[in-house]
């Protein structure tokens, strides 16, 4: 089935801090993955879209110089987290629309831990 | 607005069966997902309803009314391994990706 490969897993770091986060689709071209994130026991919450060759699509509330969102291959995003503090502590995931398949359902990374201390 | 509600909690016990119910209001309708998503972990994909009717898929089976605005996910031959959280996901006119709040399933010896 299709993989989505989020790198890395776990970041512990100091207030400041620019966190670089990579996802990829391992097994299909994904012109458009999506960044999310999650507070403990909360849902899923939309950062952005991210689209292959443009700019990213960010939700209302989410500031797109804080969360810097590169798309340049069709299997390459990443979520830069630049100068961190500790409100951003959270679990961000990212997922890939598998086109291969007529539904096209999201795929799921396996997320990154982020701590800012 | 859109909106998806799921129950927040559920307890069953093992080797009983479960059905998970979610409604949704949206604006447009492309389709309803289930995800499973265990504690600390990413969500991963069950199953998919674009038309009315039930999806069987092993242990686990969808069911959509389009008419109704309404899902559910039925789990059966419940195992402890199926606690987690599942939630549900309608794909609005848009394409989006509406998220429901998710639903944590306890599983009890």
């Known amino acids: 089935g299709a993989v989505v490969s989020q790198h890395p897993s776990r970041v512990i770091c100091k207030s400041g801090t620019s966190v670089k986060i990579e996802c990829r689709s391992l097994?299909?071209?994904?012109?458009?993955m999506f960044w999310y994130r999650q507070f403990p026991k909360q849902s899923l919450m939309l950062m952005a879209t991210?689209?292959?060759?443009?700019?990213?699509?960010?939700e209302q509330g989410v500031e797109k110089d804080k969360f810097l969102i590169n798309h340049a291959s069709l299997t390459l995003s990443t979520l830069t987290v630049t100068s961190a503090h500790p409100e951003d502590s959270s679990f961000y995931i990212c997922?890939?629309?598998?086109?291969?398949?007529?539904?096209?359902?999201?795929?799921f990374g396996d997320g990154t831990r982020l701590s800012i201390l | 607005g859109q909106n998806i509600d799921q129950p927040t909690e559920m307890t069953a016990t093992e080797g009983a069966i479960v059905q998970i119910n979610c409604t949704y209001q949206?604006?447009?309708?492309?389709?309803l997902f289930w995800y499973q998503q265990h504690a600390g972990e990413a969500p991963t994909f069950l199953s998919y309803?674009?038309l009315d009717g039930l999806e069987e898929k092993g242990r686990f089976s969808s069911f959509l009314s389009r008419s109704k605005g309404y899902s559910y996910l039925l789990l059966k031959e419940l195992q402890m391994k199926d606690s987690a959280s599942y939630l549900c996901a309608v794909v609005d006119s848009n394409y989006q990706l509406i998220w429901g709040a998710g639903t944590k399933l306890i599983i009890k010896p």
């Open positions: 309803n674009v």
């Open positions: 991210s689209n292959e060759g443009s700019k990213a699509t960010y």
């Open positions: 097994d299909f071209q994904a012109t458009t």
């Open positions: 997922s890939a629309r598998d086109p291969g398949t007529e539904y096209q359902p999201q795929h």
């Open positions: 949206t604006s447009g309708f492309n389709g």
